[in-house]
């Protein structure tokens, strides 16, 4: 029998909007790696979570549900192993995320956490914004309509008023950031960090430091508390990166061959760390 029992919670798939594929894929390829290296890993559902019936203290998990995630918060204050920690997951839902990141001198866009049901027309307009995105800001992502990309103050408005139909409570509107955007995964402890652009522009990838890219990757994941990460940056014309999204445990479809081992070994690394104290 494996000395080390590990529950693997999968994302349920109302969190991975057109990435079922993809979040099942990651999960199952470290499970795999897990399982090589000696551990007995036993796969449960969100909703298996939340009815009681993972009895493992080592929970690796890719959930996003809020009662999941409550569940993961009070697994680890009672003294299990939780990667990533639910409190990490939380910290990235839009608005903490945006608290924590702008209140880390991080580099982010500017930024309003709005309700609603509020008038913004004239908020965007004082502070200069036309262009900017509206996102989800009450609980992660579910539907591609959960970001929106608008041109100006009164379409601004209009998604909100579709926001708030949708019973979405609150959003956060970001600055549009013209540049090149780069998506990036990063395990923390390992020296794997992955990084691409999607859509490269004419005339070439932008220039930027790859050594800064990652120093504040790495930082973002560190103050809001996720071991294994991903997300979004703007490369800007004078070479300055700005985070504009960041995820608990993204797919890695990209990398995912490359990821898995290196998550499986950080999970080890802190399951004996764990087991230390």
């Not at 220039?207 to 979004?232: I, Q």
Request: charged share 25%; hydrophobic share 35%.
């Amino acid at each position: 029998m494996a000395e080390i029992k590990i529950a693997g919670v999968m994302r349920a798939g109302a969190y991975s909007p057109n990435h079922i594929g993809n979040d099942a894929a990651i999960f199952n390829l470290v499970a795999d790696q897990l399982r090589k290296r000696g551990c007995e890993v036993n796969v449960y559902s969100e909703e298996q979570l939340v009815s009681g019936a993972v009895s493992e203290h080592i929970i690796v998990n890719m959930c996003r549900e809020r009662r999941s995630i409550s569940e993961l918060q009070r697994r680890e204050d009672a003294g299990d192993l939780v990667i990533n920690s639910g409190y990490g997951i939380e910290n990235c839902i839009r608005e903490r995320m945006s608290r924590i990141l702008t209140g880390s001198s991080l580099p982010y866009p500017q930024s309003l956490l709005v309700d609603t049901n509020e008038g913004v027309r004239d908020r965007l307009m004082s502070l200069g914004i036309d262009r900017c995105w509206i996102k989800r800001a009450d609980q992660h992502t579910r539907h591609k309509e959960d970001v929106s990309y608008v041109r100006h103050a009164e379409e601004a408005q209009e998604v909100l008023q579709e926001y708030f139909l949708r019973g979405i409570g609150k959003a956060v509107i970001n600055r549009h950031l013209d540049g090149e955007q780069i998506k990036f995964y990063g395990v923390c402890g390992t020296d794997f960090f992955y990084s691409f652009v999607p859509s490269p522009k004419d005339g070439g990838v932008m220039n930027f430091d790859a050594g800064t890219l990652r120093s504040l990757c790495e930082k973002a994941a560190d103050v809001l508390g996720v071991l294994v990460y991903g997300g979004d940056c703007v490369i800007g014309s004078d070479g300055s990166i700005t985070i504009i999204d960041f995820d608990d445990w993204p797919s890695f479809a990209p990398c995912r061959n490359e990821a898995a081992p290196c998550i499986a070994r950080e999970i080890l690394q802190q399951i004996k760390k764990h087991q230390k104290k």
